[in-house]
């Protein structure tokens, strides 16, 4: 009788492992990014320079209250971040240490720059330093 009862218990421990180890990462704060649109061919989640240049196009025109016509792109660089802050660290945070790739977008409107920072998995940010 003691074994089946040890048996039960091993099995219910090991249940209520995986369990709480699949639920480990609910919770956590992503940072702010729009899903991509497309997917590159081969690339599973993998952004192309395109539709990362159309995601931050249209969120400086939702920022600005502005068509996305009266935007124009300056540059769009690929680039390889020192660590998860895209090259642009907010005071106060703290970041993987890992090399991140994605791009550096500069955009003009209404005769100002701004500087777009992403990776190639769909978070971006504009950096205001």
Do not use: N
């Amino acid at each position: 009788m003691k074994i089946k009862q040890f048996a039960l218990l091993s099995i219910l421990t090991l249940t209520l492992v995986l369990v709480l180890s699949g639920c480990a990462g609910l919770g956590m704060e992503e940072p702010t990014s729009t899903p991509a649109p497309t997917q590159a061919e081969g690339e599973e989640g993998v952004w192309t320079k395109e539709e990362v240049v159309e995601a931050v196009k249209a969120d400086l025109a939702e920022r600005l209250e502005i068509d996305q016509e009266e935007i124009s792109v300056v540059s769009a660089e690929s680039r390889d971040w020192e660590d998860a802050s895209l090259g642009c660290p907010e005071e106060g945070e703290m970041y993987a240490q890992v090399i991140t790739h994605g791009f550096q977008i500069i955009l003009e409107a209404d005769g100002a720059e701004y500087d777009y920072r992403t990776d190639d998995l769909g978070s971006f940010k504009l950096c205001e330093q």
